[in-house]
C-alpha cells in the first residue's frame, strides 16, 4: 500500500492509544507512554522485524523460484510501483526516490520467475537475473518456446543473446509479431 515503516509504527502506536484509552480512561493518558504493556516498536525496530522475518522465509522464496517453471517468459521493465520506496533527506526533509522500475518476468502462469528494483530500464542491470533465470531453465530442462516483451525492437537481441539455444524464441510487441 505503500505505507513507510513510520506510518505502520505511527498506526500500531494509534491503535495501542485507544486499547490505552478504553481500559484506562482519560484521567490517565499521561502514563500511556510509560506503559510497556501500550507500547509500540519504533520505525527502526520495526524495519528489523521486517527483515527478520524476510531472512526466515528467504530459503522458502528461493525454494519457489527454483520449483517454478517456465515455458513462456513475458517480461516488462516498466511498472512504477517504485515511487513509495526511497529515503528522506536529512538537510531538508525531501523525500528521495532511490528506485525508478521494477523488473517483472513472468510465466505462462501469471507467476514470478524472477523479479528486481532497478533505477533504470537498461538490461545491464537485470543481467545476471535473466542469466540465473536461463541456468534454473537448463537445469531444469525446461524448454522456453516464447518470450513477450513490450518493446521488442530496442530489446530482441539482447533477449536473443541469453537465450540464443532456443529454437522458437517469438517477440512480440503492440500486437504485431517479430521473429
Known sequence: ??????DITESILGINYRAFYRIHGT????????????????????????????????????NFFLSTHCRILSCDHTFKVTKQIGIIRGSDSAFMNQLQNLYVGLNENGEVVMWRLTRSTSLDEIDDLVLDLKE??????????????????????????YFS????????????ENR
Open 165 to 176: 539455444r532456443v529454437s522458437q524464441v517469438r517477440y512480440f510487441s503492440c500486437g504485431s
Open 136 to 161: 534454473r531453465l537448463t537445469t531444469s530442462r525446461d524448454n522456453l518456446e516464447m518470450i513477450i516483451v513490450d518493446d521488442c525492437c530496442p530489446v530482441k537481441n539482447v533477449y536473443h543473446r
Open 27 to 62: 484521567d490517565s493518558t499521561a502514563s500511556f507512554h510509560a506503559s510497556p504493556l501500550f507500547s509500540s516498536p519504533g520505525n527502526d525496530k520495526l524495519m528489523q522485524i521486517f527483515l527478520s522475518y524476510y531472512e526466515q522465509i528467504k530459503a522458502s522464496i528461493d
Open 1 to 6: 500500500m505503500g505505507h513507510s515503516f513510520l
